[in-house]
C-alpha cells in the first residue's frame, strides 16, 4: 500500500518518467523479495532497456508512446499511439526493437563473464543473469500477441499468431500435468492471445485488417525474427552450460 500511494503520489511530480521510475522501484523491491537485491536490480534494468528500445524507436518513427510502467512479475509496457498500426512493417519494427535492445544488452553481460580470466562471485552473478535475459527474450518471441514476437509474427502472416496459440497450448498442458509449475499468468496471456487471434481473423474477413507487406519484406521480418530467436536460444543454452559448470566446480581452462 506504501509502494501504491508512493506511486500515485510522486509519480507525476517526476514528468513523463515519474510512473517509471516509481514502478521500477516497486518492482525492484518486489523482486528482491525472491532474487535478492542485486538480481532483482539487474532483471529491472535489463527490462528497462528492452521498453527503452520501444520507446526509442517508436519516437524515431514518429509514432507517440508512453514511457514505460513496470508491473511486478509481469515485466513492464508501453503504450503506443496513433501510427502504431498504420502498417504491418511499422508494428513489427517497434516490436522487435524491445527484444532486440534486451539481447544485446543481456549479450554484454555474457561476453563480459566470458572474457573474465578466473571464474569470481560476480562471473557467476553474470552467467545467471544472462541466462535469465536470454530467457526472456527468447519467451517473449513467442509468435503470440500480447508479446512482441506476436506483433512481429503477425506482419509475416496471421497464421503464425495460431502456432502461439499452439504454443501455449502445449505450456499449458505441460502445467496441466505436472511437468512444470503452474502460471495463472499464462493462463490468462493465452486467454488474451486467444481473443487477438480471432479478432484479427475476423477483421480480415470485414476488410479492416492493414494491407498485407510485400512478399521480401516478410521474408526480410521473417528471417530476423527466427535469427533473434535461434541466437537468444543458443546463447542461454551457452549461460546454462556456464552455470552448470560453475555448480559442479570445475576450473576454466
Known sequence: MAALFAFVKYGLAFGKFGFTFISMLVALVAYSLLFGWAFAAGIVILIFIHEMGHFLVSRSLGV?????????????????????????????????????????????????????????????????????????????????????????????????????????GAILLAMAAGVTQFNPFLLLFFLVSCYTVWNRFRMARLGREAPPLPPRMRVAIGV??????????LFMSLANGSIDTLVHGATRI
Request: charge should be positive; proline fraction near 6%.
Open 64 to 168: 507517440p508512446m508512453s514511457a514505460p510502467v513496470f508491473i511486478p512479475f509481469l515485466g513492464a509496457f508501453t503504450q503506443a499511439g496513433a501510427g502504431f498500426q498504420r502498417s504491418r512493417a511499422t508494428e513489427a519494427v517497434i516490436a522487435a526493437a524491445g527484444p532486440v535492445f534486451g539481447f544485446a544488452a543481456t549479450l554484454a553481460v555474457y561476453v563480459w563473464a566470458v572474457l573474465q580470466p578466473q571464474l569470481t562471485n560476480a562471473v557467476a552473478f553474470a552467467y545467471a543473469l544472462s541466462y535469465f535475459g536470454f530467457f526472456i527474450t527468447l519467451f517473449n518471441l513467442i509468435p503470440a500477441v500480447p508479446f512482441d514476437g506476436g506483433r512481429v509474427a503477425g506482419a509475416v502472416s496471421r497464421w503464425l499468431n495460431v502456432v502461439g496459440l499452439a504454443v501455449f
Open 224 to 233: 530476423g525474427y527466427v535469427a533473434l530467436a535461434a541466437l537468444s536460444g
